[in-house]
């Protein structure tokens, strides 16, 4: 059975280069797309409705959190998919991307009816966000199947990150053309739109890929842990989700994470509140337009790619978060200095901002493929599924709440999307709140994540110094036989001494 399943395409390993890093990465189309849809466009979109700032805040909230905890489980589902027939014969991870790229054209296009429910955009929203979860949780694992070398892994997840940063140009450009012609429909069409570019990437992507081949030593680890019930399966999932927090590396990544993409959501929730409303003179396409300029994060994503291999991330990390700290305090000064339509002063700032933000997107998720090897020499595991699942319920929480806590603050301050529509009908004292929260939140996550970051110590020599070690422990190696250098690294990137390093019995 195991030979023929490796003759399959899902488990044929092919040459990693950059045409197959971009037909990987071609999911990340609609990955980064949606990410900027949700804090973007969906908090307008919703206010446009008529619908109050809380319950706007509400629906990306409530929904978050819901999808959050079903995306904590399944990629434990995936991770054990293999023992059905269906994950045996289309792929453990594969099968849900098809599955969820299916149930994605369905939906998508569903949430841009108009409505004054607050309700009916909540669970579309929340069908949206389970089938999502469904295509980039196990997509999200492929670099860590498709190959174990640095720079091979390197080159899938930059690439990802370079459509990442497509997606979210090609959201906003398509999003300022169609509102331009001022159609009443225009949410509608773009929605429409988008569903085409990302479902025709999403199916490509999951035919370029593959699954680690089911070798007789990967069938062995597989077979060799007890099929558990239902009640079994979940005291398995929770302690193995509980296990992540012991492996110091993934604590350390998962906060840089969390605090640098709640300080990006903050951004993109109230740019075009503050924009619209706190500056005087600008258009209500406006917003979209500097959004649009998200094209230039392709540039630093560019240079990225090769700052990853010789500078490593914490380099990345300092340069993209002061980058984008600079241009809030850009913004400041914009809102400080009362310029009417202050358009080309926006257009500077805002280029420096998406130049902070293609490297601030970028770094995380070429680090992650990395946080599975730590965990493995530690546990003698294979939880890349889990890995991804935790790191996306936090980042859905935060998210959540990022979103929760504009839509409330803005109902605070008396904010009223229905009546304050301009700068000019807008108190002053609501204008200057708008700004606060727009401004000095992002500041002070990305200030927190810049001082997290400077300790990080996952980089491309511990990795191969770990790769190595790996190697020499899977081929039968003796654990008495390691090198000091080894043993330090080793301790450093798990925060565990050696001995307990690669127990007996694997922790799948």
Same mark, same amino acid.
């Given at each position: @059975?195991?030979?023929?399943?490796?003759?399959?395409?899902?488990?044929?390993?092919?040459?990693?280069?950059?045409?197959?890093?971009?037909?990987?990465?071609?999911?990340?189309? @609609?990955?980064? +797309?949606?990410?900027?849809?949700?804090?973007?466009?969906?908090?307008?979109?919703?206010?446009?409705?008529?619908?109050?700032?809380?319950?706007?805040? *509400?629906?990306?909230?409530?929904?978050?959190?819901?999808?959050?905890?079903?995306?904590?489980?399944?990629?434990?589902?995936?991770?054990?998919?293999?023992?059905?027939?269906?994950?045996?014969?289309? !792929?453990?991870?594969?099968?849900?991307?098809?599955?969820? +790229?299916?149930?994605?054209?369905?939906?998508?296009?569903?949430?841009? %009816?108009?409505?004054?429910?607050?309700?009916?955009?909540?669970?579309?929203?929340?069908?949206?966000?389970?089938?999502?979860? @469904?295509?980039?949780?196990?997509?999200?694992?492929?670099?860590?199947?498709?190959?174990?070398?640095?720079?091979?892994?390197?080159?899938?997840? !930059?690439?990802?990150?370079?459509?990442?940063?497509?997606?979210?140009?090609?959201?906003?450009?398509?999003?300022?053309?169609?509102?331009?012609?001022?159609?009443?429909?225009?949410?509608?069409?773009?929605?429409?739109?988008?569903?085409?570019?990302?479902?025709?990437a999403i199916f490509t992507s999951w035919r370029a890929s593959w699954e680690r081949p089911l070798t007789p030593e990967f069938l062995a680890e597989l077979d060799a842990q007890p099929r558990l019930g239902f009640s079994g399966f979940m005291k398995k999932t929770v302690t193995d989700y509980l296990g992540t927090f012991k492996n110091k590396s993934f604590r350390k990544h998962l906060l840089v994470y969390l605090l640098s993409f709640t300080g990006k959501d903050f951004y993109s929730t109230l740019l075009p509140t503050f924009i619209v409303i706190g500056l005087?003179?600008?258009?209500?396409?406006?917003?979209?337009?500097?959004?649009?300029?998200?094209?230039? !994060?392709?540039?630093?994503?560019?240079?990225?790619?090769?700052?990853?291999?010789?500078?490593?991330?914490?380099?990345?990390?300092?340069?993209?978060?002061?980058?984008?700290?600079? *241009?809030?305090?850009?913004?400041?000064?914009?809102?400080?200095?009362?310029?009417?339509?202050?358009?080309? @002063?926006?257009?500077?700032?805002?280029?420096?901002?998406?130049?902070?933000?293609?490297?601030?997107?970028?770094?995380?998720?070429?680090?992650?493929?990395?946080?599975?090897?730590?965990?493995?020499?530690?546990?003698?595991?294979?939880?890349?599924?889990?890995?991804?699942?935790?790191?996306?319920?936090?980042?859905?929480?935060?998210?959540?709440?990022?979103?929760?806590?504009?839509?409330?603050?803005?109902?605070?301050? !008396?904010?009223?999307?229905?009546?304050?529509?301009?700068?000019?009908?807008?108190?002053?004292?609501?204008?200057? +709140?708008?700004?606060? %929260?727009?401004?000095?939140?992002?500041?002070?996550?990305?200030?927190?994540?810049?001082?997290?970051?400077?300790?990080?110590?996952?980089?491309?020599?511990?990795?191969?110094?770990?790769?190595?070690?790996?190697?020499?422990?899977?081929?039968?190696?003796?654990?008495?036989?390691?090198?000091?250098?080894?043993?330090?690294?080793?301790?450093?990137?798990?925060?565990?001494?050696?001995?307990?390093?690669?127990?007996?019995?694997?922790?799948?």
């Amino acid at each position: @059975m195991a030979e023929k399943q490796k003759t399959s395409w899902v488990y044929t390993p092919k040459a990693i280069n950059t045409r197959r890093g971009l037909l990987y990465g071609l999911t990340d189309l @609609m990955g980064g +797309g949606w990410n900027n849809i949700v804090s973007g466009v969906i908090f307008v979109f919703v206010l446009s409705q008529g619908i109050s700032p809380l319950f706007t805040g *509400a629906v990306l909230g409530i929904g978050r959190i819901i999808d959050a905890v079903w995306s904590l489980f399944f990629g434990a589902i995936t991770d054990r998919f293999y023992r059905t027939k269906l994950g045996q014969k289309y !792929g453990r991870r594969h099968f849900f991307i098809a599955l969820g +790229g299916i149930l994605f054209a369905i939906l998508f296009p569903m949430f841009w %009816i108009s409505t004054s429910s607050w309700q009916y955009y909540l669970w579309v929203y929340v069908a949206i966000e389970v089938a999502i979860s @469904m295509i980039l949780i196990p997509w999200e694992t492929l670099p860590t199947e498709m190959t174990p070398d640095y720079k091979k892994r390197t080159t899938l997840s !930059g690439s990802r990150m370079f459509i990442s940063a497509t997606g979210t140009a090609i959201v906003f450009f398509t999003l300022a053309v169609l509102k331009s012609f001022n159609n009443p429909n225009a949410y509608l069409y773009t929605g429409i739109t988008w569903t085409v570019i990302f479902v025709i990437a999403i199916f490509t992507s999951w035919r370029a890929s593959w699954e680690r081949p089911l070798t007789p030593e990967f069938l062995a680890e597989l077979d060799a842990q007890p099929r558990l019930g239902f009640s079994g399966f979940m005291k398995k999932t929770v302690t193995d989700y509980l296990g992540t927090f012991k492996n110091k590396s993934f604590r350390k990544h998962l906060l840089v994470y969390l605090l640098s993409f709640t300080g990006k959501d903050f951004y993109s929730t109230l740019l075009p509140t503050f924009i619209v409303i706190g500056l005087s003179g600008t258009s209500a396409n406006a917003p979209w337009v500097l959004q649009a300029l998200s094209a230039f !994060g392709i540039l630093s994503i560019i240079a990225a790619v090769k700052l990853m291999v010789t500078r490593g991330p914490k380099y990345l990390f300092t340069l993209s978060y002061l980058a984008i700290i600079v *241009a809030m305090l850009g913004y400041f000064v914009i809102y400080l200095t009362g310029i009417n339509n202050p358009m080309w @002063m926006l257009v500077i700032v805002s280029i420096i901002y998406q130049l902070g933000r293609g490297i601030l997107e970028f770094t995380p998720w070429n680090v992650f493929p990395f946080i599975p090897d730590v965990d493995r020499i530690f546990t003698h595991g294979d939880k890349a599924g889990v890995y991804a699942s935790v790191m996306t319920f936090f980042r859905k929480s935060t998210g959540a709440l990022a979103t929760y806590i504009a839509g409330w603050a803005l109902e605070e301050i !008396g904010f009223n999307s229905t009546t304050m529509t301009t700068h000019a009908n807008t108190p002053l004292g609501i204008q200057h +709140g708008i700004m606060l %929260i727009f401004i000095f939140v992002p500041i002070g996550l990305l200030a927190a994540a810049l001082i997290a970051a400077r300790t990080f110590k996952l980089n491309r020599a511990n990795h191969d110094i770990l790769k190595a070690e790996l190697q020499r422990l899977e081929e039968g190696g003796s654990k008495a036989d390691v090198t000091l250098e080894t043993r330090q690294v080793v301790e450093l990137l798990t925060g565990h001494s050696y001995e307990k390093c690669w127990p007996d019995q694997a922790d799948i």
